[in-house]
């Protein structure tokens, strides 16, 4: 059941057909621990929470605007950029230079889509001694652990979905363009953007922000747990 605790809350980022064989394994090794798979409906309560999650996270940072309009995960400029944005401005092409910011955001929400069954395989390598400790751990303890045990792997997946994703939604030729221009202004300090590298480290902040506002919601409001199986499971945590 301790494993249990952990898929809840990551699975606003999984994709619904890779759980078939991951919700035996889980049934099979709660049946052990508990003594009666009848205590928790493991399968049914999985496919809940994986299809609410999917409606209250996925679906927002994915959707156009999910990024951009929402300030908590928006991206903005790097110091490096900011001066580019303001000397574009003050040159008259404002336009120009929301587009580009726009891009960036559209690079992240397209290669969220792309990217959610990255964290699989940490979720089904958790051991019972980390669920627990999640469990009872602090409201970000699910997002730290798995920032702590993801970031690099992850980061090596994300980028070339992000390198793709950039060059898809046009934002490639936005900055080029964006580059050129300003690299030709006399006296200025010519730029080079790691674009790839940006966007990746803060689309993955998007998605542990996202992450940790679900968790938080679980552990905190009662209301959030809508079925007999969430109350079960985190009436544990409760009581600690």
Same mark, same amino acid.
């Given at each position: 059941m301790k494993k249990l605790i952990v898929l809840f809350i990551f699975m606003p980022i999984i994709s619904y057909g890779q759980w078939n064989d991951v919700l035996n394994k889980v049934k099979d090794q709660v049946t052990k621990v508990s003594g009666s798979s009848s205590s928790v409906n493991i399968a049914g309560g999985l496919k809940e929470a994986l299809q609410n999650g999917i409606s209250k996270q996925v679906s927002q940072l994915t959707a156009t605007d999910?990024? $951009? =309009?929402?300030?908590? !995960?928006k991206i903005v400029l790097p110091p490096e950029l900011q001066k580019v944005d303001k000397t574009l401005r003050k040159m008259g *092409? /404002?336009?120009l230079a929301d587009d580009g910011i726009r891009s960036l955001n559209r690079a992240a929400e397209n290669a969220v889509k792309e990217a959610t069954p990255i964290f699989v395989g940490?979720?089904?390598? *958790? /051991?019972? +001694?980390?669920?627990? @400790?999640?469990l009872m751990g602090n409201q970000s303890a699910a997002t730290d652990y798995l920032k702590g045990s993801t970031s690099s792997s992850l980061y090596q997946k994300f980028s070339p979905v992000i390198k793709q994703s950039i060059g898809k939604v046009g934002a490639d030729k936005i900055w /080029? &363009?964006?580059?050129?221009? $300003?690299?030709?202004?006399?006296?200025? @300090?010519?730029? &080079?953007?790691?674009l790839t590298d940006y966007v990746t480290q803060k689309s993955m902040d998007g998605v542990f922000t996202m992450i940790a506002i679900e968790e938080k919601n679980i552990r905190t409001?009662? +209301? /959030?747990? +809508? @079925?007999? +199986?969430? =109350? =079960? !499971?985190?009436?544990?945590?409760?009581?600690?």
């Open positions: 999910g990024f $951009y =309009k929402n300030e908590l !995960v *092409m /404002s336009k940490a979720i089904k390598d *958790m /051991s019972f +001694t980390d669920a627990k @400790s999640i /080029s &363009n964006i580059i050129k221009k $300003y690299n030709a202004i006399p006296t200025v @300090s010519k730029v &080079n953007p790691d409001n009662l +209301t /959030s747990r +809508t @079925s007999e +199986t969430l =109350k =079960k !499971v985190f009436a544990l945590q409760d009581k600690k």
